[in-house]
């Protein structure tokens, strides 16, 4: 049974219940502002936007969750031990043996590593364990309407939401998703998911939450447009001359380690990993997941 259920249940019977959850206030200005602007954009219809927004529930809790991100709190030896446990590098052998087929046809067709895949949705979402608890709708009203520091982003994506919605089939009411609003398999915001989601299968749909070779096809293509070079490495111990995979966007990575500071170069590969997270510790730990995964199928080292 669904929570609301239990809630109405108890509200009907002999119990009395704390507050309901309350709804967006559709009248508030910005709101409205934000109705006429996003059924311009998109073409949607200004009744079914208002209608929508109307039953959305904004959480408090997203406004202190999003501001203190384990990026910005952890250090490097402690963010890496929640993302490399062994639970983790398990299911991704597991994981990679399952998906082996389309994971060596997406690295023929756009040449991305599948080291990388496999460590994306690792790190994301457990190989799709951990997908998120929050309604995408509550997250994106939340988030574009009572935080201002972000406020024009995320309102960006709630209008790309909301043609998603339209255009892609996605349910506007029951779709989850992180606290930021990022959704599926892979975390795709809804940006991303219009512009670079991918129908790995050929069934007619991009479905980035309950299949696989689309979630896999579409990690892949997000890296290929975002420049990813086939067959390139994505980190040096040292930098490398100009030429030999040293360019302009090299990066210097100085973290501190579980046993001391480390240091390494990012290479152009890394900075396109940084792409799909901007933390220097998210890209680190898809590199490292999907490396060792790799070694523990005997995978060539790179
Ligand atoms: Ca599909």
């Given at each position: ?7 109405l249940?108890c ?11 309350s709804t ?9 502002a ?5 059924s311009?954009?998109h073409g ?5 936007v208002?209608s929508l ?8 809790d997203i406004?202190?969750?999003i501001?203190r991100?384990?990026?910005?709190r952890?250090?490097w ?5 929640n993302?490399l446990?062994e639970k983790?590098i398990?299911t991704g052998?597991?994981?990679w ?6 994971l ?9 590593d599948?080291?990388v895949?496999?460590g994306?949705l690792g790190?994301?979402?457990r190989?799709g364990g951990?997908?998120g608890?929050?309604r ?5 009203v939340?988030l574009?309407?009572d ?6 982003y995320?309102?960006?994506e709630l ?10 089939g996605v349910?506007?009411l029951?779709?989850l998703?992180s606290?930021?609003g990022?959704?599926g398999f892979?975390?795709f ?7 670079y989601?991918v129908d790995?299968?050929g069934?007619?749909?991009r479905d ?14 997000y890296l ?9 490495p ?7 001359p ?10 210097d990575?100085?973290?501190m ?6 240091q ?6 890394f900075?396109v990993?940084m792409r ?7 890209a ?8 060792t995964?790799a070694l523990?199928?005997g995978k060539d080292?790179?």
């Amino acid at each position: 049974m669904k929570p609301r259920a239990l809630l109405l249940l108890c509200c009907g019977g002999l119990f009395t219940c704390g507050a309901v959850a309350s709804t967006l206030d559709v009248s508030r200005p910005e709101v409205q502002a934000f109705i006429d602007a996003a059924s311009t954009e998109h073409g949607l219809e200004r009744e079914w936007v208002e209608s929508l927004l109307s039953r959305a529930e904004p959480q408090p809790d997203i406004i202190e969750l999003i501001s203190r991100p384990a990026e910005k709190r952890l250090t490097w030896g402690e963010y890496r031990e929640n993302f490399l446990d062994e639970k983790r590098i398990a299911t991704g052998v597991d994981f990679w043996n399952e998906h082996a087929d389309r994971l060596t046809e997406v690295e023929r067709q756009t040449g991305v590593d599948p080291r990388v895949i496999v460590g994306i949705l690792g790190v994301e979402t457990r190989f799709g364990g951990i997908t998120g608890r929050h309604r995408v709708l509550d997250a994106l009203v939340t988030l574009g309407f009572d935080y201002p520091p972000r406020s024009e982003y995320f309102l960006g994506e709630l209008g790309q939401f909301l043609a998603l919605v339209r255009d892609e089939g996605v349910s506007p009411l029951e779709s989850l998703g992180s606290y930021a609003g990022a959704m599926g398999f892979g975390q795709f915001m809804p940006r991303s998911y219009r512009i670079y989601a991918v129908d790995g299968n050929g069934d007619g749909r991009r479905d980035l939450f309950a299949d696989w070779d689309d979630a896999i096809s579409s990690v892949a293509n997000y890296l290929l447009q975002h420049g990813w070079r086939r067959g390139e490495p994505i980190l040096a111990e040292a930098k490398p001359p100009l030429g030999k995979y040293g360019d302009s966007s090299t990066l210097d990575i100085e973290v501190m380690g579980a046993a001391g500071p480390i240091q390494l170069t990012g290479l152009h590969n890394f900075t396109v990993i940084m792409r799909y997270n901007r933390s220097l510790l998210y890209a680190l730990a898809v590199e490292e997941l999907g490396r060792t995964i790799a070694l523990r199928l005997g995978k060539d080292p790179q």
